[in-house]
């Protein structure tokens, strides 16, 4: 008697959704590290790229999971 035995992978999300979230981690830490540099950025940088002390620090603050909709891609 011959068994045979099959291996199936069960990750529980399907892996267009596992990639998905992948991605969206991906883009949130990328974020994460855009935020970290312009909160580094001195006075004259920032008036540079046109951006106030207030605004960078305001977004400097955010969570890193914060993703606006414009950089979502949807």
Same mark, same amino acid.
């Given at each position: 008697? *011959?068994?045979?035995?099959?291996? %199936? ?5 399907? %892996?267009?959704?596992? !990639? ?18 312009? *909160? ?11 951006? *106030? %002390? ?7 603050? !955010? ?6 909709? *414009?950089?979502?891609?949807?």
């Amino acid at each position: 008697m *011959s068994t045979t035995l099959t291996c %199936r992978r069960r990750t529980g999300l399907p %892996r267009f959704r596992f !990639r998905g979230i992948l991605a969206r981690l991906g883009l949130a830490l990328g974020l994460f590290g855009e935020r970290d540099a312009l *909160s580094r950025l001195d006075d004259a940088a920032l008036r540079d790229i046109g951006v *106030s %002390r207030a605004d960078a620090e305001r977004e400097a603050g !955010r969570p890193f999971w914060d993703v606006p909709p *414009s950089r979502l891609g949807d």
